[in-house]
């Protein structure tokens, strides 16, 4: 019965996925880092000859079998791929720092939402100011292997909001949500926005908001697009996803929804 679970779970589509930073082909053969060997063969109780679903985020997804284990080592050989490699929009997610767990929630559902980077910023009232970013990536990870998606988002390390603003690429449109001031609706200012650009930044700001030096500096930029998110005040990570969620729907891989 073991064994009937496993494979069923290595089925494309399946919940055994595992991301890992091998070169994956025909017949490459590599060893499961120590989280994934205590995940697979303690966890989820699998054997030689059982199979998985693994990826690295450039070679596609790919259907592997267990080959070989020691005491600490878990060897695996790529048979066949299942899935061809494929990218997400090119949509970073630029936000001041919160505490914790919603940072950790945060990064988990921009993941699952699509976005291809998270960036983030300290501002004036920014209170969680030091950021963890291998965990951060550890939980892109664990989101991207659980939600289907091929890729792993970039984690940029923090930076200052201004100096962000100051070596901003032009050619990316910063969707600024802006908690204050009188702004069109996302959906309609996205909506009406015809510049061309296929790469995009949503901005968020800390629990306290911006202070009205930054939203100056933010809104004087041409590449920035002041935007609403509603009649009521949301948490910043709340926020964060509405935002994502809007933009997925109207600009992103969302059609119809």
Known sequence: MKKEIVEDLAEPGGKLRLFVESALS???????????????????RAGIGDRVSVLNGTDGEWRARIASITKRDCELVCETRVAPQAGVPDLWLVFA?????????????????????????????TIARRVNTERMRANAIEAAEQSG???????????????????????????????GGDVPPMAEALSRDTLPSTSWAILIGPEGGFDDEERAAIRSHPFALAVGLGPRIMRADTAALAALSLWQSIKGDWPGV
């Open 26 to 44: 025909e017949g490459v053969r590599f060893l499961l880092s120590p989280p994934h060997f205590h995940y697979l063969l303690r966890v989820m």
């Open 97 to 125: 720092p919160i505490k914790r767990t919603p940072a950790d929630y945060v990064t988990q559902k921009a993941t699952e939402l699509g976005v291809s980077a998270l960036y983030p910023v300290i501002t004036h009232r």
């Open 149 to 179: 998606r091929l890729t792993v988002p970039a984690i940029h390390e923090p930076v200052d909001l201004m100096k962000c603003l100051a070596t901003w690429p032009p050619e990316r449109r910063l969707v600024f949500c802006d908690e």
